[in-house]
């Protein structure tokens, strides 16, 4: 089915176990007990492929956390909440309701940004989407996808359904970049050749502003003092009749 990538955790989460955790007053440890309980519960959803009833359930655990400060703040707690928000995923994924899926994954990776799990879902999300990659305007896309992809496998390096995943995303990306650089490449080539010849446009117009500048120029002659004197003086005599 579309979206569903068994491997990188995409099986049935872990069945839950009785809180060990002394530090947590009565009250938490009782509501973390009661979320753990309600985690196997969506384990058993998940088995029997009802994704949107185990999606309900885990969305209950959030509740449960939410509602009690000091669990929300323990270690155990937000560690519960993190596993239930990547489980809802996975569901939305199943049901192909990828934006609850996005946004879950989100908030995972807004406070374990190095989750490689949410890397790997959110990716698989955002590319099913958008048609892997193919839908009108969402080409670009192919870069967060690839990104995410590639954190995944840094932490996930021996998964194989994500390193197919990621593969196939490559090519994709590759394609996208070379076409991009391409692009930037012509319309630098378009952007030299406009220049070039709005500079062949301008030459004329310069020179012709020119000419009247040497129109207006006037021949300077420089005299020998000597020989003006001699001419005046030659000037003053008389002529002879």
């Given at each position: 089915?579309?979206?569903?990538?068994?491997?990188?955790?995409?099986?049935?989460?872990?069945?839950?176990?009785?809180?060990?955790?002394?530090?947590?007053?009565?009250?938490?440890?009782?509501?973390?007990?009661?979320?753990?309980?309600?985690?196997?519960?969506?384990?058993?959803?998940?088995?029997?492929?009802?994704?949107?009833?185990?999606?309900?359930?885990?969305?209950?655990?959030?509740?449960?956390?939410?509602?009690?400060?000091?669990?929300?703040?323990?270690?155990?707690?937000?560690?519960?909440?993190?596993?239930?928000?990547?489980?809802?995923?996975?569901?939305?994924?199943?049901?192909?309701?990828?934006?609850?899926?996005?946004?879950?994954?989100?908030?995972?990776?807004?406070?374990?940004?190095?989750?490689?799990?949410?890397?790997?879902?959110?990716?698989?999300?955002?590319?099913?989407?958008?048609?892997?990659?193919?839908?009108?305007?969402?080409e670009g896309s192919i870069r967060g996808v690839h990104n995410y992809a590639k954190k995944a496998c840094v932490g996930l390096p021996n998964d194989k359904k994500l390193r197919e995943f990621y593969d196939e995303v490559k090519v994709?990306?590759?394609?996208?970049?070379?076409?991009?650089?391409a692009a930037k490449a012509k319309a630098a080539e378009e952007e030299k050749q406009a220049a070039a010849e709005k500079e062949q446009d301008t030459a004329p117009v310069a020179e012709e502003k020119s000419e009247p500048a040497k129109?207006?120029?006037?021949?300077?002659?420089?005299?020998?003092?000597?020989?003006?004197?001699?001419?005046?003086?030659?000037?003053?005599?008389?002529?002879?009749?």
């Amino acid at each position: 089915m579309p979206g569903y990538r068994p491997g990188a955790g995409n099986g049935v989460p872990p069945a839950p176990v009785a809180s060990t955790d002394p530090d947590l007053p009565p009250a938490a440890k009782s509501d973390l007990d009661q979320a753990r309980g309600v985690k196997d519960q969506a384990a058993t959803d998940f088995k029997a492929k009802n994704y949107g009833a185990a999606a309900d359930k885990y969305f209950k655990i959030l509740n449960i956390i939410r509602h009690n400060d000091e669990l929300k703040a323990s270690a155990p707690g937000q560690e519960l909440e993190t596993q239930a928000r990547l489980n809802i995923a996975l569901c939305k994924i199943n049901d192909k309701e990828y934006d609850v899926a996005i946004d879950q994954c989100e908030r995972v990776l807004d406070r374990h940004p190095g989750n490689h799990k949410a890397c790997f879902r959110l990716a698989t999300a955002m590319y099913e989407t958008s048609d892997k990659c193919t839908k009108a305007g969402s080409e670009g896309s192919i870069r967060g996808v690839h990104n995410y992809a590639k954190k995944a496998c840094v932490g996930l390096p021996n998964d194989k359904k994500l390193r197919e995943f990621y593969d196939e995303v490559k090519v994709k990306f590759d394609a996208y970049q070379a076409a991009q650089d391409a692009a930037k490449a012509k319309a630098a080539e378009e952007e030299k050749q406009a220049a070039a010849e709005k500079e062949q446009d301008t030459a004329p117009v310069a020179e012709e502003k020119s000419e009247p500048a040497k129109k207006g120029l006037r021949r300077v002659v420089v005299t020998d003092p000597e020989e003006e004197r001699a001419k005046a003086k030659k000037e003053q005599q008389p002529e002879k009749a």
